[in-house]
């Protein structure tokens, strides 16, 4: 019960990251059981299948070295080249099935958690080193299901064994009466076949092996809550780095956000609350695009830059606030407050170009009743975030 209250107790399964760091460090699911069957059973097929042939050029060789001429026992050159001469003949015979074997051991040993090279695994521990380590090890849990698995293998390998004997006992006590080269063959062909047999027990061992070395290599990486909790906060960040970081961007967005402003055709005011600068052009814009939205210290920021680059100031408190609590910058205007936009900027580009223009008036535009509030959007508390 205190493991549990105190959090210490690995109940939780291990995270991504737990799980990345394991494999780093080498230590990944590993069935040397699936390994072993793979193995085996390849060796089995591949002696069925060429084991003939293999034989039959190991008899060559056999007979090569037992015939050499009177040249050869009496020039040392001549005799060591024979010898080579079979050794070579006899590791092109194997080469091929130590391959398949190099290339099973390979496939195999990576089924089951895939392939990974890591240099840590490879580093020498002195831990195991330590004899009261080795002690702990060999009374674990995974020492003791070692001893089931080999009494296991034991055991299967025992009673198939007997049962193909005794199965099988007038034919092999029919081979003494064989012709040797026959009975030699006819022996071959019994003892692949009992192989076969034999390493397919080894998969009942493999089915069991597998489910459990995935069960301890979790179980091992398990993680208590407050590691769980120690990692989340690590890779979040603490309060105060985040509270950093967004005040950070929200400079950064600032920052950007003036910079943008000369390029304004109009600003927008409260008059003094507020000030939105907003840009069209026809050819290239299929609305306005809000270009920079500020309050108070902002707003004022935003009219010192307008009024230093000679652009128009215009005064319409409701649509201002409209715009501020409903628009983003670096976005098109909402389509509720186009026609009372576009009033407005239709009033500043014939001021712009000497046209006479009809009086406005800024303080009833039409505005929607839903945008005439002074209550913060979505969009305006993401920018005060």
Known sequence: MAENQDGTEKTEEPTEKKLREAREKGDVARSRELTTFAMTFGAAVYLYLFGGGMLAKFEDVFKQGLSFDRAHAYDTGMLANHIIGMVIDSIWMITPFLLLMVLIAIISSSLLGGWNFSTQA???????????????????????????KAFAKFTLVSIIAGFLLWYSYQEVLSMGVEPPKQGLAHAGQLITEAFIIVSLALLVVAAVDVPFQMHQHITKLKMTKQEVKDEQKQQEGSPEVKARIRQVQRETAQKRMMQQVPEADVVITNPTHFAVALKYEAETMNEPVVLAIGSDFMAAQIRTLAQENDIPIVEAPPLARALYYNAEVDRPIPYDLFKAVATILAYVFQLKEGKPTQSVDFDNLPIPEAMQTDKPTSADAERMT
């Open 122 to 148: 490879m580093a020498p521990k002195l831990s195991k080193m330590n004899p009261l380590s080795g002690l702990k090890r060999m009374m674990s849990m995974n020492a003791l299901m070692e001893f089931l």
